[in-house]
């Protein structure tokens, strides 16, 4: 069993920061890519950041320079810094692991946390 446990969202007025975490727990042998995604109502799901384990990341272009994805591999633990956040970052945020247990490579994801930039 596997388990992504989401935290740090909330309501935010424009220009503001959050940050987001995600913790990966259980049979886990190795975490190749972590992330996040959003997805605000009536869209799709969108990718926001991605990390490597050897650190190579990767944004949505409507993120950069406002966003840093960061993790602590020992901690199996993604963060998310969101600074100068604009009401269309408003979403639901998934944390995404593409990782390696005992029994096969899956991709997992968590339950999602809610974001939303309001004045």
């Known amino acids: 069993q596997v388990q992504l446990v989401e935290s740090g969202g909330g309501l935010v007025q424009p220009g503001g920061s959050l940050r987001l975490s995600c913790a990966a727990s259980?049979?886990?042998?190795?975490?190749?890519?972590m992330g996040w995604y959003h997805q605000a109502p009536g869209k799709q799901r969108e990718l926001v950041a991605t990390?490597?384990?050897?650190?190579?990341?990767n944004y949505a272009d409507s993120v950069k320079g406002r966003f840093t994805i960061s993790r602590d591999n020992a901690k199996n633990t993604v963060y998310l810094q969101m600074n100068g956040l604009k009401p269309e970052d408003t979403a639901v945020y998934y944390c995404?692991?593409?990782?390696?247990?005992?029994?096969?490579?899956?991709?997992?994801w968590g339950q999602g946390t809610q974001v939303t930039v309001s004045s």
């Open positions: 259980g049979s886990i042998v190795s975490i190749n890519v």
């Open positions: 990390t490597t384990t050897g650190g190579r990341t």
């Open positions: 995404y692991a593409d990782l390696t247990t005992m029994l096969r490579r899956y991709v997992y």
